[in-house]
Structure formats: C-alpha cells, structure tokens
C-alpha cells in the first residue's frame, strides 16, 4: 500500500506548481511583450502598405461566327478541326505569358524604376515621380542591373553617379552609354526636382519573373463562368492598376495580332489555292472543248435527246412514206391492168398531185362513157376521148413510177437517218460518262473557286475588324484598406511571440533544469520522509546566522526546523538526543543549517555543536578555531572533555566542539570508541547535542556515527543539488542504522516560498521593507 502510495505522490503532476514557475517569470515575460510590441510597432512604422488591386475580364469562347473563317468549313474540306470553346486555364497561362508581360514591361517603363532613399528606409517613387526615362539594352545576355544617384544641378541637368563611382554631367533628353545598355532620363514638367533620387536600371526578364509570381488570375470555379479575375498586392496603387490595364490591353493586342496572323495564313492559303484552281479549271475548259470540238457535241443530252427524236420521227416518216409507196404500186398496178373503161382509185393522198390528175383521168373517163352511151366508137369525138385518156393513163403511170422511185429514195434515205440516229444514240453512254466525269470536275473546281473567293472576302473583313478577346467586365481598382502589413495581426503575432518564446526558453530551461528548487521537488523523490523546514536565502546584508531576538523569515525557518526535529523525536527521558547534519555533497549548507539550529535551540536550552567533518572543517568560518578539538580527542586518550569543549562566543548556551587537527585517517577515528564515550558524556550534561558531519556521498565519515544519533537531518541545498541525488538520500533514510530522518531545504528562494513561513501567507511580527516597483523589478532580474 505504501509503495502504491510512493508511486501516485511521484507521478502526480501539479498543474499549479507548473504555473508558478512562470508566473515568477513575470518580468521576462513582461519585457519579452514590451519588445515584441516595440518589432511590431516599428516593423508598422517602416514597412510599406501594401495594396490589392483587382480587375476582371469575359474572355471571348471563340464563337464562330465572328472568327476570320468557318473553321466548321474548312472541317469539312478536310484542311482544320474546330477548337470549341476555349480553355480558360490556357487563356490564364497566355495572360501571364513571358512575351505579354515583357510588353507591359517596356510599354509602361517598369525595368526604369526611380526610388527616394530615406533615413531607414527607401520607398519607390511612382505617381508623383520628376522624372521618368526608358532604357534599352543592347545585350541582354551580359547585361545586368545597375543603379544610380541622380543628383539635380538645375532645370535642365544634373549629375549622375554610380554607387562608388565618379559623378558625371549629363543634360535631361541625352542618350547616355552604359555598360551593354543605353538610357534616357526626363524630367516632368510642372515638377520641383530638389532631392537626390536612386534610379535602378533592372532586367526586363527580373521584372517579368517578379510580375508572373506576383500576378494571380483566377477563374470563378463555382460558377463556371468565362470570367477571369486578376489581382496584384502591391505598394503603390496606381502603378498596380496601371499594370493590370495594361496587361489587358497587352492580351488582346496579341489575341488580334494571332487572330490576323491567322487571317494572313488564311488569305495566303487561298490566294495560293485560287491561282491553283484557276489553272486547273483552265485546263478542265480547254479538255470539255476538246471532247465537244472532237465530237462535235454542243450539248450531250440535248443532242441525244435530239437523235433519239429524230430516228423516231425517221421511223414514222418511213412507215409513211412507205404506206405511200404501197398505194403508188396497188394504183401503179391496177393502172396497168385496168382498161379504159376503167376508173382509177382517186382521193388516196397520192404524192405529186396525182390525185387531181387521177380525178382529171376519171372524170374524163366518165364524160366518154357517157357519150359512148349517145355515140359509137367511131365517134370522133368518142376517139378524142379515148387519145385523151389513153395519154392521161400514161402521164398517170409515168407520174407514179417517179412517185414510186422518188418514195423509194426517201424510205433509202429515211431508213440511213435513222441508222445514223442510232450509232449516235448508241456512242452516248460512253460520251456521257467521259463528259460527266470532265464536268464533274469543273463544277467541283468551280464550286471551290467561287467558296474560297466568298473566304477571301471574310478574310479581308476579318483583318478590318478587331475585335478585343478580353472584355473588361470591371477595369483595375484598388482597395482603400491596406491588406499587409495588418497591424491587429501583426500586434497579436507580436504577442503570442513575445509571450511564446519566454515560454519556450524557460520550458527548455526547467527541461534541463536538475536542480532542486522547492519543496515539491523532494516530495516527489522522497514522499516518506518528511520535509523539515524550507530555509530562505540569506539576506546577504544581515548575514547567514541568525541573531538574538531575530524575527526574521530565515531565523523563523530554523524554529520551524527545531520544532519538526522536536515533534518527530518525541520526549526522549533521561538524556540529550543526538542530531546529525549531513548532506550529499559539498556546499549544500549543512554547517549553516546546523549552527542556526544551535542557536535557535540555545535560546532557552543548552546546547552542543560538535563539528565532525574531520576533512574539510567549516565551522571556523562562524567561531574561532581551537588548540584541540574533536579529532585529538579520539587520536589522545589524555584529552578530556573538557578540554575540547569552548564557548561559541554567539550564545551563552551554545558550546562548540570544534574538529580540531586535521587527521590523516578521519575514517578510523569516528570509528574509534571514545566518540561514544563523548556522546554518552554530553547527552548528560546538555539539553540538545548536534552534529556537523561530512558529506555523506563523497566520503563514508558519516555512516560511522549513524548508529550514534537519534535524527538525522539531510540537508539539500535549492539550485544547487541535483535531484538525482535525492535517490541517494532515499538509500539513506532506508538504511538500518537511521533511526529518523528529515529533509531541511536550505537556500530557498522566498518565492519559491509559497506556503512556508513568511511566504505569500507568512505570519509574525516581523515585516519586510516595502519595496518600489522598479527596486522589486530590479531584483528579478
């Protein structure tokens, strides 16, 4: 249960101890956040405000109808794909190019920059700048940036000089020669130019590098809009804006320039492709004459649309003319075999007339029959008649074998007609498919003449029109409120770290802090072995030893020591008890604690300090040495006791035995006898008997009067002993010949005195001088 106990008191962690361990820092910390806001304020004071300027742009998605030339056509013809809407992220990178932002850069003379140089600090001179120049680099490769001091001589020179280096005179407007560049300088009119100014001469390519970090261009990914918004946090807001419109401006100059150059391509690419097609429809003309001239074709379905006809119309003039030449042979024959009594067929439609003859024939036929029937053949007039018509029959065959031979001819030339018609009509596929193919290809290349002369007029409106890619939705402005430095921020950064790194550097020396500094210390190391009294630090003005009638804090410690001492030994009858003083190691103020002890228990009782560190005797700093002390009392057994026993000359009931000559052999003598037969001697004859002894750690004197004492006193020392020696302690109050022991905490810090004696609820009579403020800061520190 006890070991349960040891080991709860040594893992608990008292937060308020912790704590107090800072808070007795106050002062750093103090100072620390007077320092920090001081960085603060002056870093306020002296850095530049900065500025956020912004701006936004509709960047164009590239309809086609406004492009130079469909690209949806040239799709077709196989000569381009269609770009689509445009990629804003591509637009951003083109925006902050290298080759635009060198444009801004020499449009707006940003490599000439002139600056006014302060007491701390130099600052840019921008809007109400004197003067203003260009510069030109003549080698951009060797070139590098240069400053000036530009000091005015009147309104229309001044002086110019290198840092270290000669002043020259120059006139404002004259070109000067400078290391693989020229520059120019000019003053501003309506300007007072008194000052000296620093001109700084930078690279193009710097300015580029610092511009492109500098300037964000964000596209609203919310909303997935075609707006672009730029920003730019800058020192002087005018130039800033001044930037971002130019840098608009920059972007559409080469959006237009890319878009004509584009056109330029275009309209050479059609010039080219129309004196092409100019020749090849030439020579297509010229081959469609050839084949129309070879084969006598003036229109191909016209013609054969006209042979057809004509073989059909051949055709039924055949059969007509054929159904004639059947009716001339039916007439022609029975005009042979008839006699001339005989009518003839008439009204057939008979060629030549023949007709009005055959009805002559009939009609003259008829009047003879008629007469016949009144008159004889004999008849004169009846024998005219018969001439007559005998004659007339043979007009009609004579006329109707030359009908016959003349439809004869025609059907032989009808029917050759109509042979012709079909050879034609036969050639025609193979003449159609030729020209078809001749005419295929002049409408295909007159088709692409007439496309790309009507592009070649877009091309030319297209190179008229400029219209910008970027239009300003809203152009550059400046907020009013500086966005750096922040002061709130940058006062509660100044705070957090002026609280902070105290924090750090105290926590990292009580991390590495082995000392002891209170009485927590030795209750987490020693939880069984009761703490006797925390002893103060010395005023070093009153001393280290207490005085008669001493109401001091320090002199109230050792009663509170002697007290303790007394309760945990109880009423020991019949003699003395014996107490020994020792410690770890030397300089923990076991001598100190234990003559202050003597003198707080000789107030009313008699007393003996024996000092028993026989090696390095320390009570000769407190009473004067003797002749013969303890050690010649065990070394010569003709020593009394009384003869080692002096007045310390601080207290009447305080007796001193001191340690006398130092012996070569310490060890031996408190191992010899006669240092009992001293004790025994003095428990009689004094009330309290302490011991100042050796070192516990460093030499083995003390073991030897252990079994000797009744109490031992362990003293540790605050700041001084290390807490890995209090294990050594707790061997030692384990040890079989330590009857009782305790802790004295000697050389506290009052405030490390929390709860003790004459801490923060001290009580008593005795009261400190009031102190100022600045004496008790002083005394921190």
């Known amino acids: 249960m006890d070991e349960f106990t040891e080991q709860e008191d040594q893992s608990s962690f008292d937060l308020q101890a912790e704590l107090h361990k800072y808070f007795k820092k106050w002062p750093w910390f103090l100072l620390s ?41 040239f799709s077709n013809l196989s000569l381009g794909g269609s770009i689509g809407a445009n990629n804003l992220q591509d637009e951003i990178a083109i ?57 005015p001589l009147n309104e229309v020179s001044f002086n110019l000089r290198q840092e270290d280096g000669p002043e020259k005179k120059y006139k404002f407007g004259q070109q000067i020669q ?18 000296p100014l620093k001109i700084n001469l930078l690279r193009p390519d710097e300015v580029v590098n610092k511009l492109e970090q500098n300037i964000i261009a964000q596209q609203d990914s919310k909303n997935k809009s075609s707006i ?95 159904t004639q030449l059947e009716m001339v042979n039916s007439v022609l024959s029975y005009a042979g075999s008839a006699n001339n009594e005989q009518l003839l067929p008439s009204n057939l439609g008979m060629p030549s007339g023949l007709d009005n003859v055959i009805n002559e024939y009939n009609q003259l036929v008829l009047t003879r029959n008629k007469t016949l029937k009144q008159a004889t053949n004999s008849n004169p007039a009846v024998i005219q008649f018969n001439r007559d018509i005998s004659s007339m029959r043979s007009l009609i065959k004579e006329n109707l074998q030359k009908s016959r031979a003349s439809l004869q001819s025609q059907i032989a030339s009808l029917q050759n007609e109509v ?31 007439l496309f790309l002369l009507q592009k070649r007029e877009e ?50 020396y009580f991390f590495f802090d082995s000392k002891i500094s209170n009485k927590g210390d030795v209750a987490r190391v020693l939880p069984n072995v009761p703490l006797l009294a925390e002893v103060p630090t010395a005023d070093k003005e009153a001393g280290d030893l207490i005085s008669k009638n001493d109401l001091s804090i320090y002199a109230e410690s ?25 410690s770890s190691v030397k300089g923990e103020g076991k001598t100190t604690v234990s003559i202050n002890s003597a003198l707080s228990l000789s107030s009313n009782k008699k007393v003996v300090l024996i000092g028993a560190d026989l090696r390095n005797p320390q009570l000769k700093r407190y009473v004067p040495s003797s002749a013969v002390g303890l050690a010649d009392f065990l070394a010569d057994s003709e020593i009394n006791i009384e003869d080692i026993i002096t007045s310390s000359g ?29 004790l025994d001697d003095l428990v009689t004859r004094y009330d309290y008997v302490l011991i100042d002894s050796a070192p516990m750690m460093m030499v083995s004197d003390s073991f030897h009067i252990l079994a000797l004492s009744d109490m031992l006193v362990y003293v540790v020392r605050a700041k001084y002993t290390e807490k890995n020696l209090l294990k050594y302690a707790k061997i030692v109050a384990a040890d079989e010949n330590v009857a009782k022991m305790g802790i004295a905490l000697n050389d506290v810090q009052k405030d490390d005195l929390r709860y003790g004696y004459g801490g923060k609820y001290g009580y008593g009579y005795y009261t400190e001088e009031k102190k100022s403020f600045w004496n008790r800061l002083r005394n921190r520190f």
């Open 95 to 151: 925006m902050k190019s290298k080759p635009i932002l060198y444009n801004l850069v020499k449009k707006l003379n940003l490599d000439f920059q002139v600056a006014n140089e302060g007491r701390v600090i130099t600052t840019t001179v921008y809007d109400e700048n004197p003067i203003f120049g260009n510069l030109e680099i003549l080698d951009i490769k060797k070139y590098r940036s240069q400053s000036f001091i530009l000091s």
């Open 650 to 678: 601080l207290s009447q009931n305080l007796d001193i035995i001191d340690s006398g000559t130092i012996p070569p052999n310490p060890t031996d003598l408190l191992e010899d006898p006669r240092l009992k037969l001293l």
């Open 558 to 582: 050792f009663r509170i020591l002697n007290t303790n001492v007394k309760f945990i030994l109880g009423k020991i009858k019949g003699r003395a008890p014996v107490i020994l003083f020792t």
């Open 459 to 508: 091309t030319s409106i297209s190179l008229a029109v400029t219209t910008p890619k970027a239009r300003v939705v809203n152009p550059a402005y400046s907020l009013t409120n500086p966005v750096a430095p922040q002061g709130s921020k940058i006062y509660l950064i100044a705070l957090v770290l002026g609280l902070a790194l105290p924090f750090l550097v105290f926590y990292v």
């Open 178 to 195: 400078i290391k693989n560049a020229v520059f120019t300088v000019y003053r501003r009119p309506m300007t007072k130019l008194k000052n």
């Open 419 to 449: 042979n012709q018609n079909k050879t034609a009509v036969a050639k025609f596929p193979g003449q159609e498919k030729i020209f078809r193919t001749i005419d295929r290809q002049q409408n295909i290349k007159e088709a692409l003449y």
């Open 228 to 322: 672009i918004t730029l920003t730019l946090v800058g020192k002087i807001p005018q130039k800033s804006e001044n930037i971002l419109n130019e840098l608009i401006k920059e972007y559409n100059i080469d959006a237009i320039d890319n878009k004509n150059l584009e056109s330029q391509n275009t309209g050479k690419f059609i010039d080219g492709r129309l004196d092409l097609i100019t020749k090849e429809l030439g020579n297509i003309e010229d081959q469609k004459a050839t084949f129309k001239r070879n084969n006598q074709i003036t229109d191909l379905v016209t013609q054969a649309q006209l042979s057809v006809e004509n073989a059909n119309e051949a055709t039924k003039k055949i059969m007509d003319v054929g």
């Open 33 to 73: 956040l007077l320092i920090a806001v001081l960085m603060a304020w002056l870093y306020l004071r002296y850095t530049p405000k900065e500025y956020s300027t912004s701006a936004s742009v509709l960047i164009s998605t590239g309809d086609t109808k406004n492009s130079s030339i469909s690209m949806e056509d």
